[in-house]
């Protein structure tokens, strides 16, 4: 089954101790991308990835790092969480780059303390 | 840059009325548009999109939506709302090169029996 896996689901921390979320995707795809979606903001754009060892800046980066080493996992590092940082986070691939349908997480639920 | 809006955040409508959600876009030349689904502890379910030509569009879920340029609007419409509807709906434009999706803020649909 095509999908893309986010874990965890839930996650409680405290401001400053690093985490990683994880994601993965099983349909070979060359894009992947991190929104956060807040009340009343919809979703936004954290960093996305055209391929592997390639990403770049969405809207908003500040405090979040990425990496692409292998084509099917794109993880969101926090090095140092903060209280702001709290949300709802996603993770989206898609076959290309340009405007092929986005395939979404079911999302990974962050609350930072 | 590329902006969405949804001017409707919440929308109340009883099974088997109709229904339309608006959205609004700016963008300086044609736009790439989409209209996700989200339901509850869920992720994102593309619904339909619009890259060029026909500018009626049908999607799944028995849903369509019609890109009027003259108006920067792309709406949603079912003829017969479901019970199983209810949920939040982004409208999304893409723009430029760098597969870049902005959404909109999103529309909470609730669906009276």
């Known amino acids: 089954e095509a999908q893309v896996t986010q874990n965890p689901r839930y996650l409680i921390t405290v401001t400053g101790k690093k985490l990683t979320v994880t994601c993965s995707q099983n349909?070979?795809?060359?894009?992947m991308s991190w929104y956060r979606q807040d009340p009343g903001l919809g979703l936004r754009q954290i960093y996305y990835?055209?391929?592997?060892?390639?990403?770049d800046k969405g809207d908003v980066p500040e405090g979040y790092k990425v990496s692409r080493k292998e084509k099917r996992n794109f993880p969101l590092i926090l090095e140092s969480p903060s209280p702001n940082q709290t949300s709802l986070y996603f993770c989206a691939s898609s076959l290309s780059i340009g405007f092929d349908i986005q395939y979404f997480g079911a999302g990974t639920r962050l609350s930072v303390l | 840059a590329q902006s969405v809006t949804q001017p409707d955040i919440h929308i109340t409508v009883s099974e088997g009325a109709s229904l339309e959600l608006r959205c609004n876009y700016s963008y300086g030349a044609t736009p790439y548009l989409f209209w996700y689904v989200q339901s509850p502890g869920q992720g994102l379910q593309l619904l339909l999109k619009?890259?060029?030509?026909?500018?009626l569009v049908q999607g799944i879920k028995g849903f369509e939506a019609e890109f009027k340029r003259s108006q920067s609007s792309f709406n949603l419409r079912k003829p017969s709302v479901h019970w199983s509807d209810a949920a939040e709906y982004f409208c999304a434009v893409g723009a430029g090169t760098a597969s870049k999706l902005t959404f909109g803020t999103g529309t909470r649909l609730q669906v009276t029996l």
């Open positions: 990835s055209m391929n592997v060892e390639v990403t």
């Open positions: 349909m070979n795809h060359e894009y």
């Open positions: 619009y890259f060029s030509g026909d500018t």
